[in-house]
């Protein structure tokens, strides 16, 4: 963590601002201590990452699996855009609106998001419930525009209306309530900053996926003792939705009849790369306490009660909600708390 980014956090359980002792420096960095806050609520600091979580909490597997996996799915390891199109297509913005602005990333994971938007010149603030934030930082980390927080998206440890832009993608629906969490998210961002997130979409469809009835049993799988299942189950269910997937017209639907993640004719990816995102995602799809899927109408709701301008719902593949948070509300707020 560096030494000036201490000025934007605040504690989680009463906001007041931080001092750091027992302070080791590394690297031009804070790389361990103990933030400690005017009150005297102390949190470590450890492998330069402000921890305001426990170790162990319900977003365990993502960090079994994103340090397992962590360079995956980051474009400069795969070669392909692959997170850096989903990131400008779900948000609607550009590099140059990005640039030199402070942008917040709620469930990081291994970062692959944080680094499109560090790409555009942005100040990063990249969070994460999970020991992912230790991948992300690996990945990414010390970078000048990088910072990695590991901290609840209920109890943002910043002060509110901080961030340009805010965004969270792959994590709404992981979380116990995802209206709570985007109100959350939405009290970040600053007079006129933007929000943009995805949630999986409520479908039909959903009823006979196999996915939604095998999870209820193996999220109760310590992630550990999961994973090796499905390492194994990967190389026999892999191509028989290949197979599936390759029937004319019905083809795309019907390959969703095996639980497994097959991302054939969606990416290309070579045959070492499928199978590799095959066994992550089909790990991700196993694996979480909470897996939420919501309608537009709810997404369109929530949007409106963060009283967001310009909101839209869009359907990218996922569900996406965008807005921007008026200058009118942010300056009566500040008035009612003064």
Not at 44 to 55: D, K, S, T
Request: with cysteine; charged share 25%.
């Amino acid at each position: 963590m560096k030494e000036a980014f201490l000025a934007r956090l605040r504690c989680p359980a009463c906001g007041t601002e931080h001092e750091v002792r027992d302070a080791r420096h590394e690297r031009g960095e804070v790389a361990s201590g103990t933030l400690v806050c005017r009150n005297g609520h102390a949190w470590p600091l450890v492998g330069f990452i402000p921890r305001f979580v426990p170790p162990e909490n319900y977003a365990w597997s993502f960090g079994f699996q994103w340090n397992r996996f962590r360079r995956t799915q980051l474009d400069s390891h795969s070669g392909l855009p692959i997170s850096r199109e989903r990131f400008f297509r779900q948000s609607g913005w550009s590099p140059e609106q990005l640039a030199g602005a402070w942008v917040l990333d709620v469930g990081s994971g291994a970062g692959r998001f944080a680094e499109v938007a560090l790409r555009t010149g942005a100040h990063v603030v990249a969070v994460d419930y999970s020991s992912a934030a230790e991948a992300c930082f690996s990945n990414l980390g010390p970078h000048p525009r990088l910072e990695v927080v590991q901290a609840d998206v209920y109890r943002l440890p910043f002060e509110p209306e901080g961030f340009d832009f805010v965004y969270s993608f792959g994590v709404l629906q992981h979380t116990p309530d995802g209206r709570g969490a985007l109100l959350a998210l939405s009290r970040q961002a600053c007079a006129g900053g933007r929000l943009a997130v995805d949630l999986y979409p409520k479908m039909a469809i959903n009823l006979i996926w196999p996915k939604y009835w095998l999870r209820p049993l193996t999220c109760r799988i310590p992630p550990d003792r999961l994973f090796p299942w499905v390492e194994r189950a990967v190389p026999a269910l892999l191509p028989l939705s290949r197979l599936l997937g390759r029937i004319p017209r019905a083809g795309r639907k019907l390959r969703y009849a095996v639980p497994v993640a097959n991302y054939e004719g969606v990416y290309p990816l070579g045959e070492q790369q499928l199978r590799e995102w095959a066994v992550l995602d089909t790990f991700d799809m196993l694996s979480p306490v909470h897996d939420h899927p919501q309608s537009a109408e709810t997404l369109r709701r929530w949007l409106a009660e963060a009283g967001l301008e310009d909101a839209e719902v869009l359907r990218p593949g996922l569900l996406v909600g965008r807005g921007r948070k008026p200058v009118a509300a942010v300056a009566d707020a500040r008035e009612r708390s003064s």
